[in-house]
């Protein structure tokens, strides 16, 4: 007789992350993949009014690290860096170190996700702002997932319209 397997929540939302950021999701190319087409002379181009590539790539670092605090259990609030942090004048010394910052946060979250107790994801998480709806842990994870497929999309979408 054949045992089945039953992934726990842990495993099946770091699969779910993983697979966005060097993966094969199903929508097409993971994060890391699109990144990996941006130069540092694309990542400061700016188009029309769109946030350039660089404050895309900052607002994921941020707002990745404000999921770790969530799932830390500390109250749920705007990034610590700021929504959409100003990267400065380019550089490419910080372009790149951006983009390790970008992998390292993602690591971290990773292991948080593997760590955080399996019977604490349905529960909600620390919010007192009383401004937005409380969601699950389970939720911010899989919506925190969505806002980085939406951001690499934008990515992608500004690449195009810069390198034609």
Same mark, same amino acid.
């Given at each position: 007789?054949?045992? $089945?397997?039953? &992934?726990?929540?842990? @495993?099946?939302?770091?699969? /779910?992350? @993983?697979?966005? *950021?060097? +993966?094969?999701?199903?929508? +097409?190319?993971?994060?890391?993949?699109? $990144?990996?087409?941006?130069?540092?002379?694309?990542?400061?181009?700016?188009?029309?009014?769109? %946030?350039?590539?660089?404050?895309?790539?900052? %607002? &994921?670092? !941020? #707002?990745?690290?404000?999921?770790? =605090?969530? *799932?830390?259990?500390?109250?749920?609030? *705007?990034?610590?860096? +700021? =929504? #959409?942090?100003?990267?400065? /004048?380019?550089?490419?010394?910080? #372009?790149?170190?951006?983009? =390790?910052?970008?992998?390292?946060?993602?690591?971290?979250? $990773?292991?948080?996700?593997?760590?955080?107790? @399996?019977?604490? #994801? =349905?529960?909600?998480?620390?919010?007192?702002? @009383?401004?937005?709806?409380?969601? !699950?842990?389970?939720?911010?994870?899989?919506?925190?997932?969505? %806002?980085?497929?939406? %951001?690499?999309?934008?990515?992608?979408?500004? *690449?195009?319209?810069?390198? +034609?």
């Amino acid at each position: 007789m054949t045992k $089945l397997y039953i &992934m726990t929540i842990n @495993e099946k939302l770091q699969q /779910e992350l @993983e697979k966005v *950021l060097s +993966g094969q999701p199903w929508y +097409g190319e993971p994060i890391y993949a699109i $990144l990996d087409k941006v130069t540092f002379e694309s990542a400061y181009e700016r188009t029309g009014r769109a %946030h350039t590539v660089v404050e895309v790539i900052m %607002h &994921m670092v !941020s #707002w990745t690290e404000e999921v770790i =605090d969530r *799932l830390n259990e500390k109250p749920a609030s *705007l990034p610590v860096s +700021g =929504d #959409w942090p100003q990267p400065g /004048e380019p550089n490419e010394k910080k #372009w790149k170190m951006w983009i =390790d910052d970008l992998k390292l946060v993602n690591v971290n979250l $990773l292991q948080t996700i593997r760590d955080f107790p @399996e019977n604490k #994801w =349905d529960e909600p998480i620390i919010d007192e702002r @009383e401004t937005e709806p409380v969601t !699950s842990y389970k939720e911010l994870v899989y919506g925190f997932i969505q %806002h980085q497929i939406y %951001h690499a999309g934008q990515i992608a979408v500004l *690449l195009r319209a810069i390198n +034609g």
